[in-house]
C-alpha cells in the first residue's frame, strides 16, 4: 500500500507560479514511476508529468517548458514546478505512484485544487 497526500495547490493569476508537493508513505525508490495527473471539470483525467525512478521524465505537450517534475528521494516527496500558468491549467492535480509487479497497481493522493485566474 502506498499513501499519497498532496498540498501547494490554490489561486494564482494568469503567469504566475505554484509548487505541489507530494508526500508518500514508503521510499519512492521502491515505486517504478511517480506522476502528477489532472483532471479539469467536464473533462477526462489527463497526464500531466512523470518520473520513472530511473530518472526519464514526459510531459504532457501543454506544460513542455513550463512544469518540471522533481522527487526528493531522501524526503520520499514529488514535487511538481508549474511556472507561466494559464487559466487552461485549472484543474484538481493529483499524485499517482504506479508499482509494477505481477500486475499494475496505482495509487492516488485526493487532489488539490489550482485555479488560474485574474
Known amino acids: 500500500q502506498v499513501q499519497l497526500v498532496e498540498s501547494g495547490g490554490g489561486l494564482v493569476q494568469p503567469g504566475g507560479s505554484l509548487r505541489l508537493s507530494c508526500a508518500v508513505s514508503r521510499s519512492i525508490l521502491t515505486i517504478n514511476t511517480m506522476g502528477w495527473y489532472r483532471q479539469a471539470p467536464g473533462k477526462q483525467r489527463e497526464s500531466v508529468a512523470t518520473s520513472s525512478s530511473g530518472g526519464t521524465t514526459n510531459y504532457a505537450d501543454s506544460v513542455k517548458g513550463r512544469f518540471t517534475i522533481s522527487r526528493d528521494n531522501a524526503k520520499n516527496t514529488v514535487f511538481l514546478q508549474m511556472n507561466s500558468l494559464r487559466p487552461e491549467d485549472t484543474a484538481v492535480y493529483y499524485c499517482?505512484?504506479?508499482?509494477?509487479?505481477?500486475?499494475?497497481?496505482?495509487?492516488w493522493g485526493q487532489g488539490t485544487q489550482v485555479t488560474v485566474s485574474s
Open positions: 499517482n505512484a504506479r508499482v509494477l509487479r505481477s500486475t499494475i497497481y496505482d495509487y
